[in-house]
């Protein structure tokens, strides 16, 4: 796993910085699992090009309920990691993204993908993981809006 420490000031340099260490190794192509958000894939198209690799979006286009039951379906577990508070509660942090909460997202007016900005997530298990990723969940960080678990 490779992580990066950034504010919300610097977070593109970091990215950027990740993705020519990436280039330096070899990797042409950044995957990221937008879904259908014009401005995010522009910026991802920049970012990855400021690097001189390729971005490919295997999921644009399609449904965001169905990329959400897929991924679930096919038995990736997503965690709730991140959530803006404007939106959605932070009792949704530390959920595992399954068919019941997709029913009480959508119940909640919550995009069942947060692609509005409601909430991220981090895939800790599946079919292509050799061992789940274990999260140790401290308690919350709340930073403006934003509410994020506080991970080690």
Known sequence: MVT?????????RVFIGQLREFKAKGIEVGVFGDIDL???RKWQENACAAAEMRAYLPLWGKSRQRVVAELVDLGFQAVIVAVNEEKMDRRYL???LNKPLMSE??????DV??????FHTIVTDGPLFRFPVDLKINGFK??????????D
């Not at 990066?4 to 593109?12: K, L, Q, R, V």
Request: contains cysteine; proline residues 3%; negative net charge.
């Open 113 to 118: 993908a947060g692609e509005n900005g409601e």
């Open 105 to 110: 997202l959508a119940a909640d007016g919550i």
């Open 4 to 12: 990066g420490a950034s504010s919300w000031e610097d977070y593109e």
């Open 142 to 151: 709340p930073v403006g809006l934003h509410c994020f678990l506080d991970l």
């Open 38 to 40: 014009e401005e995010h």
């Open 94 to 96: 530390g959920r595992v």
